[in-house]
C-alpha cells in the first residue's frame, strides 16, 4: 500500500496544510476526508478510519484545516474551513486522477464538505460520506445545522450512532426523508457515540465499529 505525507495550499491566507494520501493496491475509489473540531488528521479514529477503508479498496486523502496545522485549538471561520475543503478536494483529485472521487469527513469535516458543496459543486465528486452529522449542539435540539443540506446535489451517506448526543435520531431520520428521494442514507451504528466508541458490555470494540463503518461505506459507493 503506498502511504505518502504532503503539503497542499489552503488559500492565499491560509497558507501550507498538511495531508496523508493512502493508496491501497486495489483501490477503486478515492475519499478526501477532513477531521473534526477537536482533533486533527492523526487522530485515533481518522488513521483508523483511513486503514479500514483501504481493507475496502477506498483510497484516501486525510487533510488538515489551518487552525490545526497552526496549533490552534479553536476552528477557522467558516469561510476559510469552506476553502480548504476546496482545496483539499482538488489536490486529492491531482493524487488520483484515475479514481472517482468521495468527499466528507468526521464531525465539523463533513458539515463543512457539505456546506461547501451546498454553495458551489465540488469538481469531481460523486457522493458525500458523513461520519457522525452534528445536528446540533449537545441538549439544544434543533435541525438548523441541516437546512443547507436541501441544496446538495449528491448523494448523500450518514454514519451515526444511538447514543450521538450531536445528533437526536428524532431529528434527524426525518431530516434524511425529507431530503430529494433517493439522495440520503442513513446507517445507524447501535451503542456508538458521538467519536464512535461503543461500551464493554455491547461485547463490541472500536475496531468493529471502524469495520462496520468501512464496509458500510464501500456497499453505499458501489451504489453510487
Not at 75 to 104: H, M, S, Y
Request: overall charge positive.
Amino acid at each position: 500500500m503506498l502511504e505518502r505525507s504532503l503539503h497542499f495550499t489552503a488559500g492565499r491566507s491560509s497558507g501550507e496544510v498538511s495531508a496523508v494520501f493512502m493508496r491501497p493496491e486495489n483501490a477503486r475509489w478515492l475519499m478526501a476526508l477532513a477531521h473534526g473540531a477537536g482533533a486533527g488528521m492523526q487522530h485515533a479514529f481518522m488513521t483508523g478510519i483511513a486503514q479500514f477503508l483501504a481493507r475496502r479498496a477506498i483510497a484516501s486523502f486525510r487533510y488538515q484545516f489551518p487552525y490545526i496545522e497552526q496549533g490552534k485549538r479553536t476552528p477557522d471561520p467558516q469561510p476559510i474551513l469552506i476553502n480548504t475543503v476546496r482545496c483539499a478536494v482538488a489536490a486529492a483529485r491531482e493524487c488520483a486522477q484515475d479514481l472517482p472521487l468521495l468527499a466528507g469527513g468526521k464531525s465539523l469535516g463533513g458539515r463543512m464538505t457539505s456546506t461547501a458543496a451546498s454553495q458551489e459543486a465540488l469538481a469531481g465528486v460523486r457522493g458525500i460520506v458523513f461520519f457522525g452529522f452534528p445536528l446540533h449542539a449537545p441538549g439544544k435540539l434543533s435541525d438548523e445545522r441541516g437546512e443547507h443540506l436541501f441544496n446538495v446535489r449528491l448523494p448523500m451517506l450518514f454514519l451515526q450512532g444511538t447514543r450521538d448526543k450531536l445528533a437526536d435520531l428524532s431529528l434527524l431520520r426525518p431530516l434524511c426523508n425529507r431530503l430529494e428521494q433517493g439522495s440520503a442514507t442513513l446507517h445507524v451504528v447501535d451503542g456508538a457515540d458521538h467519536g464512535f466508541h461503543v461500551p464493554k458490555k455491547s461485547g463490541r470494540t472500536d475496531d468493529d465499529v471502524l469495520e462496520e463503518l468501512s464496509r458500510i461505506v464501500a456497499l453505499w459507493a458501489d451504489g453510487v
